[in-house]
């Protein structure tokens, strides 16, 4: 991602700070005190999701070579999301106007809603195009971390810690706000009791990968009925069930592969396939080539 912040002029109280807390995390600050325009230009990967506050004043995003504009008020934030193309961020902030950005990767932000994001994809093949664009209002609590991160006044030793601290608070909050919770605004609000039903379920396929209980064994056993089942980890995970499973069996016989502690019959009966063949023909399916080429790759 690259970025120049361009301004009429150079003047002390006007700053813009990128603070990079993680791979694929990235908080942006702009605080403009000018009497003027400042423009921040900044590519975006596709894979990002953009979370933007404006905490003071008003600003303009500008698409399309400005073809097309956003205006953001003061106490209102804007989610940003396409799977499917580039959104660079082109921000005219107005005169005595102040924005604090988040940009989070995909894989990083679901990894906030499971364990599981190193082995499964988030985006299935039904959502794989989906775009999100959200505006909300920033409530009082969000607007006290907002002006905690413009306004950071302590060690500098510490202000990468300390915005990874606020960034992971501000999203909380921001997802927490129970008068928006609409499944069709964002697939992670869901009914908190089903929501822990569901982690349950998917806690209860990943203990017993090689032999799971059926879907309605599933159900019955989390207390949920099968299509409360099967919708709600499709909104949680990005997934069916059995999906989400073949994933993560595959992705853990592919790490016991690259271990070398197992051949390939081992792998196979410890991710729950009683044949070698049906292993082996499941992996190429996953991967595109055989457990033993793969091993072999390694080398």
Not at 50 to 68: A, D, I, L, P, W
Not at 130 to 137: A, F, H, I, M, P
Request: hydrophobic share 35%; glycine share 4%; proline share 3%.
């Amino acid at each position: 991602m690259n970025q120049e912040f361009k301004e009429g002029k150079s003047i002390a109280k006007s700053s813009f700070e990128e603070t990079k807390v993680d791979d694929g995390f990235v908080v942006l600050a702009y605080k403009n005190e000018a009497s003027e325009v400042q423009n921040l230009v900044k590519e975006i990967d596709s894979d990002y999701i953009q979370f933007h506050f404006c905490v003071k004043g008003s600003s303009q995003f500008v698409f399309n070579e400005g073809r097309y504009r956003l205006n953001i008020l003061e106490e209102n934030s804007l989610l940003l999301y396409n799977p499917q193309r580039e959104l660079p961020i082109n921000l005219e902030i107005n005169p005595h106007s102040w924005m604090v950005s988040i940009l989070i990767s995909i894989k990083k932000f679901h990894g906030l809603f499971s364990q599981e994001a190193n082995y499964i994809t988030f985006l299935s093949e039904d959502n794989r195009d989906k775009k999100y664009y959200k505006d909300g209002v920033i409530s009082p609590s969000m607007a006290i971390v907002l002006n905690q991160i413009i306004n950071y006044n302590l060690n500098q030793s510490i202000k990468s810690i300390y915005f990874k601290g606020k960034a992971y608070e501000l999203l909380s909050l921001y997802f927490n706000r129970s008068e928006e919770a609409d499944i069709e605004q964002c697939p992670f609000l869901v009914d908190e009791t089903n929501v822990i039903k569901i982690r349950k379920a998917k806690d209860i396929i990943v203990a017993r990968m090689a032999e799971p209980p059926s879907l309605q064994e599933l159900a019955d056993e989390i207390g949920l009925s099968l299509k409360k089942l099967k919708e709600g980890f499709k909104q949680i995970y990005g997934d069916s069930v059995f999906s989400f499973l073949f994933d993560y069996k595959m992705e853990v016989a592919r790490k016991l592969l690259e271990s070398g502690e197992n051949n390939v019959n081992e792998v196979g009966h410890r991710v729950g396939y009683s044949t070698s063949s049906h292993f082996i023909s499941a992996f190429k399916k996953k991967y595109g080539t055989t457990p033993k080429k793969y091993i072999m790759s390694l080398n």
